[in-house]
C-alpha cells in the first residue's frame, strides 16, 4: 500500500555520503569560530555530487561484493571479489540518469535493478549476469511499473514480479525467468489486490484489499481463491498492516495499532490464528526488524522516537548487535547478510559523520573490517552536529523536531544558539512520513552557510502513534500547519533565531506547505523555496497515478473529496492557488517535468497565476526529472540556485554558481532576475537531458 502520497523530494534525491579517512567514525573538522567567516565553505559537490560508492551489499552465497559508484559521471553497478575489493568492475553502462536501487538475486552471479526513464516512475526491472555483463528487462512494456513479490533461495532461477501491463490499475502477478525472461501468469488480478505475501515456495498465502470506507481487508488464501481473514478499520490504515511471513509458511508477522495507539509487532500462528505480541513501545511506532535469512524470523526490532533504538529477541544475535552498537555514537544498519548468516556488510553513520561501509564477520569472531568511505571529500569538513527536540503544539502535542545550528553559533557544542542566526524551516514529505535523526546533506549544507535548520514532524507525520498521525485528518493548512508557526515561535523565544530572518522550504508536501507559508501565513516567513509541491488540491487528487488506486480512499477521507461538493470546497479553500494575491515574500519553485505525483500543472498553475498579477517568482524546471531531482548534476543545479536565493534573502554566504551547471537540464521559464547570478549562468550552459 503507498501509505507516502508525497514522498519528500529533498529524500528522494541520492545524498548518500561518508566521513573520512583515518578514524571512520569521524570526518569533521573541530570548528571553534565567533564568525560563519571563520568557518570552511563545504563545496557543493562534496555534498550534492555523485557519491564515491554507496549502496554496498554482499551476494547471497558471500562471493561477490556490490556498490554503485560513478562511471563517465552516472551511477553504474560494480561488483568485485569479496576478498578483494581493490579488483573492481562496472557490470552496467547506464549513460542516462544513473541505477540507485539494485538487490541480488539467489541465482549465482546475477544481480537485478530497477530504473525508470526521467523520473516518470515507471520502473522497470532488470536482470544481469555479472560475468557476461549481459543485461534483460524483465518487465519490456509501456506505462508498467514493476513490483518485486519474492525472491527466494527454494527457486533461484526464478521471481515473482507484479506487472500491471493489462491494467494501469493493478498488478497481475507473473513467475519471470532469470535467464529467458520469460512470464508465467500466478495470479490475474481481479479482486484488486493491494499486496501479496507469498511464501519461500512462491505459494500465495496472504494478500490484503483497500475497502470502499478506507479501510483494508486482510485475506487468506483458500484454494484458488480468496477468504476474508481480518478486518483494519480506517482509523488504523496507516500504522497496521501486513509485516511477512516465515519461510515454512507458519508464522505471520503484522504491525498493528488496533486496540492501543502505537504500532506493535505481533507473531501470528497461520493455522489457528493464535497471535504473541514481540515487542511494543508507547512512544513510537513498530519501525522495522531483522530477519534471519535462513528462516524469516524476527530476531531484533526497531522504533524511533528521538533516535532509532533496538530490541533483540533472538539471544544468537544480541552480541553481533552489541558490536556494531560501539562501532560509534551513531547509528548502524544492515545492509546484506549473507544466506548461511556469517557474514554481513553494515553501514553507519551519525549526523555529523556521514556513511562508512563495513564487512562483519561472525565466524571470525565478530571481525569488523571498514571497506570504504561513501564521500571522501567530505573529509576534514566542519560537519555539524544534530540535535533532537521536544516541542510543545499549542493545544499540547509534543512534536519531535530536529535542530542544527551553524558551528559558529553553538562554540561550546551544546545544542543551544550563543545567538540567533539566519533560519530555514524544512519540512519534510508525505504528509505521511517523518523526519529522523542523522547525516542530512540539507542540514549540512544550510548550517554550513549559516542558518539554523529546524524539521518538525507535525501532526499526520507517521511513526508517532495512529492518533498522532490520525490528527492531521482534514487539517491540511489548518493545525499541520499551525505546529510548524508554533516551532517558527519555539526557536524565536530559544534565541534560535529572530522572527523576520526565517525561511521556509521543502519537497513535496513540503513544498505543499511552504507555498501554504506564503500564502496562509504570509508574515511568517521571510522567503520560500518550493519543490515538487502541489498548488492545487483538486488537480492533485484528480491526477495521481491509476496504481495509487488501492490507497485512494484513504486520501480522500484524510484530505477531501473532489467528488463532492464540500470535499471539492474544501480542497479549493486549502489550495494556496486560491491565495496567490497575499504572496508578498520571494519565492523560487523547483519542479521535474515527468513528475507522475505531482505533476508538472501544479507548478505552472501557482507560477502564471503569479505572473498574472505581477508578482515576482523564480521558476526551476528539469525537462528530465520526476519527483526530486535524483540526477546530482540537477541537484547541484537547483541547489545552487537555492543558495544564492537564500542568501539574498537571509543574507547566508553563497558558493557562486561556478560551473555547477555543468551536465543539467536546467531551464528557468520565468525569473531569473531573480537570483543573484542565474541569468548569467543559464547565458552560458549547453543544456544536457538524460532519460
Not at 565553505?41 to 559508484?69: H, K, M, Y
Not at 470506507?213 to 484454494?223: H, P
Request: glycine share 10%.
Amino acid at each position: 500500500m503507498h501509505r507516502i502520497l508525497l514522498a519528500s523530494a529533498i529524500t528522494l534525491a541520492l545524498s548518500t555520503g561518508a566521513a573520512a579517512s583515518g578514524d571512520p567514525r569521524t570526518g569533521t573538522t573541530p570548528v571553534a569560530a565567533t564568525s560563519i567567516d571563520g568557518v570552511a565553505l563545504i563545496p557543493r559537490d562534496a555534498l550534492f555530487g555523485n557519491p564515491e560508492r554507496a549502496n554496498v551489499q554482499l551476494s547471497p552465497d558471500g562471493a561477490t561484493l556490490s556498490w554503485v559508484a560513478p562511471v563517465d559521471g552516472t551511477l553504474n553497478v560494480w561488483v568485485a571479489p569479496a576478498d578483494n575489493p581493490a579488483d573492481a568492475r562496472a557490470v552496467t553502462r547506464d549513460t542516462g540518469r544513473g541505477i540507485r536501487n539494485y538487490f541480488w538475486s539467489h541465482q549465482p552471479g546475477v544481480l537485478l535493478y530497477l530504473r525508470d526513464a526521467g523520473g516518470d516512475e515507471d520502473f522497470h526491472l532488470y536482470a544481469v549476469d555479472i560475468s557476461s555483463g549481459e543485461g534483460r528487462d524483465l518487465t519490456p512494456f509501456e506505462k508498467t511499473t514493476a513490483q518485486v513479490v519474492g525472491v527466494s533461495d527454494r527457486h533461484p532461477d526464478t521471481i515473482l514480479v507484479g506487472m500491471n501491463d493489462r491494467d494501469p490499475a493493478w498488478h497481475d502477478l507473473y513467475r519471470v525467468d532469470l535467464a529467458s525472461g520469460e512470464r508465467t501468469l500466478v495470479e490475474r488480478n481481479d479482486a484488486s489486490i493491494a499486496e501479496y505475501v507469498a511464501d519461500a515456495d512462491y505459494n500465495l498465502r496472504f494478500a490484503s484489499r483497500s475497502r470502499p470506507d478506507g479501510g483494508v481487508d486482510v485475506l487468506r488464501r483458500d484454494g484458488e481463491g480468496w477468504q476474508e481473514h481480518d478486518l483494519i478499520p480506517f482509523e488504523d490504515g496507516m500504522t497496521t498492516g501486513l509485516a511477512g511471513l516465515t519461510k515454512d509458511g507458519r508464522t505471520l508477522y503484522m504491525r498493528d495499532s488496533r486496540d492501543r495507539d502505537t504500532s506493535a509487532l505481533f507473531a501470528i500462528d497461520a493455522a489457528s490464528g493464535a497471535r504473541t505480541l514481540l515487542h511494543a513501545d508507547p512512544r513510537a511506532d513498530f519501525g522495522g526488524g531483522l530477519m534471519d535469512p535462513r528462516t524469516g524470523e524476527v530476531q531484533a526490532v526497531s522504533v524511533n522516537y528521538l533516535r532509532e533504538e533496538w530490541a533483540v529477541l533472538d539471544d544468537s544475535i544480541r552480541a553481533d548487535l552489541d558490536r556494531l552498537a560501539a562501532i560509534g555514537p551513531g547509528e548502524a544498519s544492515i545492509n546484506t547478510r549473507t544466506l548461511d548468516d556469517r557474514t554481513w556488510i553494515v553501514a553507519y553513520s551519525a549526523a555529523e559523520s556521514p556513511l562508512e561501509y563495513y564487512r562483519y564477520d561472525r565466524a571470525n569472531g565478530g571481525k569488523l573490517t571498514h571497506l570504504f568511505s561513501g564521500r571522501p571529500a567530505l573529509a576534514g569538513q566542519p560537519l555539524v552536529p544534530m540535535w533532537p527536540q521536544e516541542l510543545t503544539s499549542r493545544d499540547g502535542k509534543t512534536l519531535v523536531s530536529y535542530l542544527t545550528l551553524p558551528a559558529h553559533t553553538d562554540a561550546d557544542n551544546d545544542g543551544k544558539a550563543d545567538q540567533p542566526v539566519p533560519m530555514v524551516l524544512l519540512v519534510h514529505g508525505g504528509p505521511w512520513a517523518r523526519d529522523v535523526y542523522g547525516y542530512s546533506s540539507y542540514d549540512q549544507w544550510l548550517a554550513n552557510r549559516g542558518y539554523a535548520v529546524l524539521s518538525v514532524n507535525f501532526r499526520g507525520s507517521t511513526g508517532f502513534g495512529k492518533e498522532f498521525t490520525n490528527a492531521g485528518d482534514g487539517e491540511w493548512a489548518a493545525k499541520m500547519h499551525d505546529d510548524l508557526i508554533d516551532a517558527v515561535q519555539w526557536a524565536v523565544a530559544e534565541g534560535v533565531t529572530t522572527e523576520d530572518r526565517v525561511a521556509i522550504m521543502g519537497g513535496s508536501y513540503g513544498g505543499y506547505a511552504t507555498l501554504v507559508g506564503l500564502t496562509f501565513t504570509p508574515d511568517t516567513f521571510a522567503c520560500g523555496v518550493d519543490i515538487v509541491g502541489p498548488a492545487n488540491l483538486n488537480t492533485l487528487l484528480s491526477t495521481v497515478p491509476p496504481y495509487w488506486a488501492s490507497f485512494y480512499q484513504q486520501l480522500v477521507r484524510r484530505m477531501g473529496d473532489p467528488e463532492t461538493e464540500t470535499g471539492k470546497a474544501w480542497l479549493t479553500e486549502r489550495s494556496p492557488l486560491s491565495r496567490v494575491d497575499a504572496i508578498s515574500k520571494p519565492l523560487l519553485i523547483g519542479q521535474g517535468a515527468n513528475d507522475p505525483r505531482v505533476k508538472q500543472d501544479e507548478s505552472d498553475q501557482i507560477v502564471n497565476a503569479m505572473t498574472a498579477k505581477d508578482i515576482p517568482v523564480t521558476y526551476v524546471l528539469f525537462p528530465d526529472e520526476g519527483h526530486g531531482f535524483a540526477r546530482p548534476e540537477n541537484n547541484k543545479a537547483f541547489n545552487a540556485v537555492a543558495e544564492g536565493f537564500l542568501s539574498q534573502c537571509l543574507g547566508g554566504r553563497a558558493q557562486p554558481i561556478g560551473n555547477d551547471f555543468t551536465g543539467s537540464s536546467i531551464t528557468v521559464p520565468t525569473g531569473a532576475d531573480g537570483v543573484p547570478g542565474l541569468a548569467e549562468a543559464l547565458g552560458s550552459h549547453t543544456q544536457d537531458v538524460r532519460k
